[in-house]
């Protein structure tokens, strides 16, 4: 048995894939900026914050990190309309990425943040600086250094994860290949494509993270 490849309907539906790409980008790029936010604002409550907000921090990072994210994203965008709350398809997609991300960059950074030696806290504490102050101006920026590949690991499948997003109509690169395999009927070719870019996509975000870390860590890159 022998199958040939047929990939003469790339012509004719590229805009189709190139706006899926977009999206990917688009939903990446937002749901990193605010998700490592909502992490970081979670790791300082953890380790530094005031008492009476650990629990309900601890209770969120608890009920993402062990529950799917497709579910998660169910909930956003058919569950959260009931109680009046309306988005469109690309804004719950955003949403459920950036609690998603928040929650388990929380767990990283806060361990970057618990390595952190206690002569740092106490000479902030020496400079009268209160505990955030200390945390924004000393601790910080080291903990993110310790755990940059971790977090940028972590940023990568949350992208990958963005796959099913599609399951709400947000027109990412999954909902793409769906749109031109029912079209085409060429599911092998469709799909084998996804998995290119998709695998493209991973390789320059760990190179964009990397340049990045560069960046913010300078006297770690140029050991």
């Known amino acids: 048995m022998t199958y040939r490849f047929d990939y003469s309907w790339i012509a004719e539906y590229w805009p189709v894939i190139l706006k899926g790409l977009v999206t990917t980008v688009e939903l990446t790029l937002i749901g990193t900026l605010f998700g490592v936010a909502l992490g970081i604002a979670c790791a300082w409550t953890r380790s530094l914050g005031p008492r009476w907000l650990r629990p309900p921090v601890v209770a969120y990072v608890e009920l993402i990190r062990n529950t799917p994210f497709l579910i998660q994203l169910f909930f956003i965008f058919f569950g959260l309309p009931s109680l009046g ?106 799909y084998f494509l996804t998995t290119g870019l998709y695998l493209l996509l991973a390789l320059a975000l760990r190179q964009a993270l990397r340049g990045v870390g560069k960046m913010l860590f300078p006297r770690r890159a140029a050991r």
């Open 85 to 190: 709350v309306q988005m469109t398809e690309f804004q719950a997609a955003v949403l459920a990425m950036v609690i998603n991300l928040g929650a388990y960059s929380g767990e990283i950074i806060r361990a970057g943040i618990e390595a952190t030696p206690r002569g740092q806290f106490e000479a902030g504490a020496s400079l009268a600086m209160t505990r955030f102050e200390t945390f924004r101006h000393v601790v910080l920026i080291p903990s993110l250094q310790r755990i940059w590949p971790a977090l940028s690991s972590q940023i990568v499948i949350v992208m990958l994860g963005s796959a099913v997003v599609s399951q709400i109509a947000a027109e990412d690169i999954t909902f793409a290949a769906n749109f031109i395999q029912s079209r085409t009927f060429r599911a092998f070719e469709s």
